[in-house]
């Protein structure tokens, strides 16, 4: 749309010295999650039976519940996640979380942790970053945790979307 003659907000602008958008995301607020940044985003897919997929409700009465399955339906809904720069498999606000027990959404907390999956691509193994475990579909349909052995259909995964150079960290944020 025609917003009229801007120069004198502009002008304003920078006589303030006032910094952007990005700045402000990258300096003030840098745990903000950013959908568009995600390195993977789609269904999670079992490729032991192949039609099985992560899905979970993520509000906020469904969080500190198992993170479940259901056969892919090609949807998103309930079956699309993203995993973050920062190795969080997440929906919104809630993040698979893992402290021994079952696979459970949680807030999101930015401090790795029990937060922390790592995808490998090559192996199409989801890895729970301080247990090391991998994550299995069992045949009953559950989720669990196991000593990860590449040999074990049950824990090979697909993560749609998957694209390795996001992963590249912003250099103006990275460590001096």
């Known amino acids: 749309g ?4 801007v120069s004198e907000r502009k002008r304003l602008r920078e006589n303030l010295h006032c910094k952007s958008f990005k700045w402000y995301l990258d300096t003030i607020y840098p745990e ?3 959908p568009g940044e995600a390195v993977a985003a789609g269904e999670i897919r079992n490729m032991g039976d192949g039609k099985t997929c992560v899905d979970s409700p993520a509000k906020k009465n469904d969080l500190h519940k198992p993170v479940g399955t259901y056969p892919c339906h090609n949807q998103g809904g309930n079956q699309f996640f993203m995993l973050s ?3 969080e498999i997440r929906r919104d606000e809630a993040c698979f979380d893992y402290s021994g027990g079952d696979v459970i959404l949680y807030p999101c907390h930015g401090s790795k942790g029990n937060q922390l999956w790592i995808y490998d691509p090559a192996l199409n193994t989801i890895q729970h970053g301080s247990s090391r475990k991998c994550l299995a579909l069992l045949s009953n349909l559950k989720l669990a945790m196991e000593t ?4 074990k259909a ?17 250099p ?5």
């Open 2 to 5: 025609d917003y009229g003659d």
């Open 32 to 34: 903000l999650f950013i």
């Open 85 to 87: 720069k920062e190795g």
């Open 148 to 151: 990860c052995d590449p040999s």
């Open 154 to 170: 049950r824990q090979k995964w697909s993560f749609q979307g998957y694209d390795a150079t996001k992963l590249v960290l912003d």
């Open 172 to 176: 103006k944020k990275a460590d001096p």
